[in-house]
């Protein structure tokens, strides 16, 4: 699972390769470490055109994992003596979100597959955890870091985030995993982000219907990555504009 990802190329470069008409980021620094929960530019279809705006990592997790989770806390506050309202309590269920997606029949995930929720969050560096190899491994196109991007879906949503926040307003994002290539699997076996790597991909992943879009949730060819960083958590090296 992808949960510490960078993107430290300026906006300018971002929009030009994007092909952005509107930017909604105000000042947008290098972002070394991006965390979940964090804000970070993604770009999406607009009325206008694409837009590169700023949202929140993670996606709402499915009603099942909120059920399960209100579940739990009831039964906890109900050991304790005290009286739930238990649809109160789950309206307030605090959901960090979900940041990747593998399975996309799920009914949950079908609903913003159109083009209209799908995105494009870019990147110049990812990592996957590994504590035997270092801890913090970080995976890039090649050591200058290019500019690429995740293939990703968006919502606003009304949840609760953080229970000191209480309930609000959010634009969300989260990104499509898939089988890891060889370089990642020597590392996280298990899965590696989508991963878009010239402008046709990403036009078909801005435009094309859903059932030829997802065709592109795949993992890259073998050889694709190198490991550009090791147990630290943040990449911040200098990074080139072109994809």
């Not at 209209?116 to 870019?122: H, K, L, S, T």
């Not at 699997?185 to 878009?196: G, N, R, T, Y």
Request: proline share 6%.
């Amino acid at each position: 699972m992808c949960n510490l990802y960078s993107i430290t190329t300026n906006q300018a470069a971002i929009s030009a390769l994007f092909r952005v008409v509107n930017r909604y980021v105000g000042n947008l620094p290098a972002m070394p470490g991006v965390f979940p929960d964090y804000t970070a530019p993604i770009v999406r279809n607009g009325a206008a055109g694409r837009e590169l705006v700023s949202a929140r990592w993670g996606m709402p997790s499915s009603s099942k994992a909120l059920m399960d989770a209100t579940k739990k806390r009831a039964e906890k506050l109900q050991a304790k003596g005290k009286t739930v309202d238990f649809k109160e309590l789950l309206r307030m269920e605090p959901d960090g979100g979900t940041t990747n997606i593998r399975n996309v029949k799920s009914k949950h995930w079908t609903r913003w597959l159109g083009a209209e929720n799908r995105c494009v969050v870019p990147f110049n560096s990812f990592s996957e955890f590994n504590r035997a190899e270092g801890g913090d491994i970080w995976f890039a196109l090649d050591e200058t870091r290019p500019l690429a991007c995740f293939a990703g879906i968006w919502t606003n949503w009304t949840s609760v985030r953080k229970v000191k926040e209480g309930e609000t307003t959010n634009d969300l994002y989260a990104f499509l995993t898939t089988e890891a290539n060889a370089e990642v699997f020597a590392i996280h076996p298990k899965a590696m982000p989508v991963i878009l790597t010239t402008p046709d991909e990403v036009e078909t992943w801005m435009t094309a219907p859903a059932e030829e879009a997802l065709k592109l949730q795949r993992p890259l060819p073998d050889g694709a990555l190198r490991i550009v960083a090791r147990g630290v958590k943040e990449d911040s090296a200098p990074a080139t504009t072109a994809i």
